[in-house]
């Protein structure tokens, strides 16, 4: 009995440790979503093994997966300085009138959307007046992004050169801040590598610092999010929650982002697949 489950442990050890090169290869992040499933059964090596080596490695290994994920769940002090609403809308979405409502009972200063299709983009018109400054990115093969502020926009609004992210500049207390609304479709196998090149490249353009939301299609110790992360300066709100859930599987994916973190509270799904966020973000390290 102990030698199939030492095998199941080393499997899932070497899955681990796997999830960790996503600098190497993009498939690494699809394997770092299970981390934490992975991570557990790893630690359960700890017993399961006999040698005294083996114990320590597989101990080591799911104590660092376990340390990668479990910041991520917990709970951070509100940022103050800005609040978002973020929402992928679902594409077929076609009655967006519950969502309006609830992101202006949010009270929040922004909003970031995914998935605005030709169904759904009445809400951004039953916004306006609350958010009067609205950039939206069309892209050629995949419905749009959206940046609702009730800010004045502070110069030229942008968007990336692969279906990725629509950005705004704003003044918030005198500074100047970039909102990114950000989808990203999901990684590996499928071909999404311009997608995260075109994400970085943006990032790392913008002449200010960066709050970020939306879908990510990832979790947030994924490479994927990491390098967007370090990109923009950013550290990750929290605690994250599942925001979608695919056959009953929990997913993470929908994230939020700012120089000095913050705290993050999820929102009903009101005609999407996806809950929404949101975030009080903190724009000081």
Same mark, same amino acid.
């Given at each position: 009995m102990r030698k199939p489950a030492l095998v199941v442990v080393g499997l899932a050890s070497l899955l681990t440790l796997a999830g960790f090169g996503g600098a190497l290869h993009r498939a690494a992040d699809t394997l770092a979503l299970a981390r934490p499933l992975f991570g557990l059964i790893a630690l359960a090596g700890f017993v399961a093994a006999s040698r005294t080596s083996w114990r320590i490695g597989f101990a080591a290994v799911g104590l660092a997966a376990l340390a990668s994920v479990g910041p991520q769940l917990l709970p951070q002090s509100a940022g103050g300085d800005l609040r978002v609403y973020s929402k992928n809308l679902w594409a077929g979405n076609r009655d967006?009138?519950? $969502?309006?409502?609830?992101i202006e009972a949010a009270a929040v200063d922004a909003v970031f959307l995914q998935e605005v299709s030709d169904r759904n983009v009445l809400a951004l018109d039953l916004l306006r007046a609350s958010f009067p400054h609205q950039h939206l990115c069309r892209f050629q093969w995949a419905t749009r992004i959206a940046v609702l502020s009730r800010l004045p926009f502070d110069g030229t609004p942008t968007c990336s050169k692969q279906f990725a992210m629509a950005a705004a500049p704003v003044r918030v /207390? @005198?500074?100047?801040?970039?909102?990114? %609304?950000?989808?990203?479709?999901?990684?590996?196998?499928?071909? =999404?590598? /311009?997608?995260?090149?075109? &994400? /970085?490249? $943006?990032?790392? %353009?913008?002449? &200010?610092?960066?709050?970020?939301? @939306?879908? !990510? =299609?990832? !979790?947030?110790?994924?490479?994927?999010?990491r390098r967007l992360a370090t990109a923009s300066n950013t550290r990750a709100a929290g605690p994250v929650r599942p925001t979608l859930f695919l056959r009953q599987v929990p997913l993470p994916i929908d994230l939020a982002f700012a120089p000095g973190g913050g705290s993050l509270e999820r929102r009903p799904q009101l005609g999407s697949d996806h809950f929404g966020i949101v975030a009080d973000l903190a724009l000081n390290p």
């Open positions: 967006p009138a519950a $969502l309006v409502a609830d /207390e @005198g500074d100047r801040v970039w909102l990114v %609304s950000t989808h990203l479709p999901w990684p590996w196998p499928y071909d =999404n590598a /311009e997608n995260e090149t075109a &994400a /970085e490249t $943006l990032l790392e %353009s913008l002449d &200010a610092p960066a709050v970020i939301a @939306g879908d !990510f =299609n990832a !979790f947030p110790w994924t490479w994927r999010v």
